[in-house]
């Protein structure tokens, strides 16, 4: 199979935080400057290995992909934030709750999001807030993707945060593209440039932005940057939903 998940289920039992299968890295992007990306947190399990990506969107609140979190509980994630380098810097965050939106569908993957809220309000100075962007993409967008996947097929997570410019691919060939993986849904997007550039083990859940704003969430896909597009879950269509939740979860 070619599934692209991220951590987030425990197999065995509900008392870990673990990956099934493997999760999307950043193939062919560069190591990030320092001081970028601080609005991108670091999901990780209780031995401080980095299981999926998320985003920052208030002092209280990460979003990440549902499928990264199904089936643990908050109190074996921690939230690392405010660092490039997972092994230099940065703090750790206890997650309070997690909420799965309600038509997750784990098999289609769709609705593949989910918030966190974290135990304490984050330190200001550790992290960015990033704005959601409530505009649709457009096919050829440039959209800049952070993450601490793997940078090589195989490889373990990346303890220094990749960046890489990636360009939103037409949605009607990516269907075409995916067509004997799943279904690519209008709530999905699609970023292909070229083969050895894209995304890896680990890179699920992570922020995929737009003029400084969150436009979407790394999703599934074949791994690693073997030629076919990545598929993430747009922001747009739940940006109401996220606002929402902001205030009341
Ligand atoms: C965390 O993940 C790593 C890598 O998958 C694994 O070796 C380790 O056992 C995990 N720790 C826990 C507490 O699950
Ligand atoms: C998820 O989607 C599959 C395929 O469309 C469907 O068979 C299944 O019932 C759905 N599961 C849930 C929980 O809605
Ligand atoms: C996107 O770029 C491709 C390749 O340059 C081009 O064929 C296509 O027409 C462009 N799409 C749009 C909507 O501009």
């Known amino acids: 199979m070619y599934e692209k998940l991220l951590f987030g289920f425990v197999l065995t039992t509900l008392l870990n935080f673990s990956v099934q299968g493997s999760t999307l890295r950043i193939i062919g992007g560069h190591e990030a400057p320092s001081k970028f990306g601080y609005y991108h947190a ?15 969107v208030s002092e209280r609140h990460v979003v990440t992909a549902a ?17 490039t380098n997972l092994d230099e810097g940065g703090k750790q965050y206890d997650v309070e709750a997690i909420k799965i939106y309600n038509d997750f569908n784990f098999s289609e993957r769709a609705n593949d999001i989910a918030m966190l809220k974290i135990s304490e309000a984050f ?28 940078v090589q097929v195989n490889g373990e997570s990346s303890r220094l945060m990749h960046i890489l410019d990636l360009t939103v691919f037409s949605q009607e060939i990516c269907r075409y593209a995916m067509r004997n993986s799943r279904a690519v849904l209008d709530n999905m997007f699609c970023t292909f440039t070229r083969m050895g550039e894209g995304t890896c083990h680990g890179d699920s859940g992570g922020p995929l932005i737009k003029d400084n704003k969150l436009v979407g969430l790394v999703s599934w896909g074949i791994p690693c940057a073997v030629g076919f597009p990545d598929v993430h879950t747009r922001i747009a269509p739940y940006a109401d939903w996220i606002q929402k939740e902001i205030v009341t979860f």
């Open 42 to 56: 670091s999901l990780q399990n209780l031995t401080g290995s980095h299981v999926c990506g998320g985003a920052v």
């Open 67 to 83: 499928h990264c979190v199904q089936g643990t509980e908050p109190q074996y994630i921690k939230i690392v934030v405010g660092t």
């Open 123 to 150: 330190n200001l100075n550790d992290i960015e807030i990033i704005k959601l962007d409530e505009n649709y993409l457009n096919e050829n967008d440039t959209v800049i993707l952070t993450g601490f996947g793997a």
